[in-house]
């Protein structure tokens, strides 16, 4: 039987372009494995400081540790006690300027200076339905006994964030009005634009 020349080339560039494919493959996946890759803002970041921070604020808000996906958000709440116990003599209502703190910093948006202009304020989009709560949005509320109303940033499963007196930052959860505290309102903010 006689060899054909031109089946046995065939196979050789076929064999040849089975090896350059392979190799291809085998050097891309060399370099995407060595590679660290570090993305912020995602739950993907396996920082150990980020890791300390989601375990933190998980345990907090009781949920797991990767429903925690706004580091940034969670490392201004951080950061607040260090703004506060610098600038503790100009900052006024210490609740309203943690408000403003996380608005400014995290979202961008300057909110006004007094909780009733805020409360009524032609940024706020007041409504009373828990159901409706996401991360970012305020909680009006009034402590028992007291007329003041206060204001807190809500962050998830139905917990909330609000400076006392001193500036020291406290974790409400919602179902805490029974006893502790009346929510008169909730709202969302209009963003500024870019």
């Known amino acids: 039987m006689p060899v054909n020349k031109t089946s046995i080339n065939r196979e050789k560039r076929y064999g040849n372009a089975i090896i350059a494919i392979g190799l291809i493959i085998y050097l891309s996946s060399l ?10 803002n995602t739950i993907y970041n396996d920082e150990p400081a980020i890791v300390a921070l989601k375990e933190k604020y998980a345990g907090i808000l009781h949920v797991e540790k990767d429903k925690i996906s706004n580091i940034s958000l969670y490392q201004v709440i951080d950061e607040w006690e260090t703004v506060k116990d610098s600038n503790m003599l100009k900052l006024g209502s210490l609740n309203m300027s943690f408000v403003q703190y996380l608005y ?7 909110l006004p200076i007094g909780i009733n202009e805020l409360y009524k304020g032609r ?3 007041l409504f009373n339905d828990c159901h409706f709560l996401e991360e970012g949005d305020l909680v009006f509320f009034k402590e028992k006994y007291r007329a003041v ?42 963003k500024d634009g870019k």
Do not use: M, P, Q, W
């Open 31 to 40: 370099f995407s494995c060595g590679s660290k890759k570090i993305v912020h």
């Open 123 to 125: 940024k706020t989009y």
């Open 104 to 110: 400014y910093l995290n979202l961008k948006t300057k």
């Open 149 to 190: 109303k206060e204001v807190g940033f809500y962050l998830d499963n139905d917990v909330f964030v609000a400076a006392d007196a001193g500036g020291d930052l406290c974790f409400h959860h919602l179902r805490d009005s029974i006893s502790k505290f009346h929510v008169i309102s909730n709202a969302k903010i209009i």
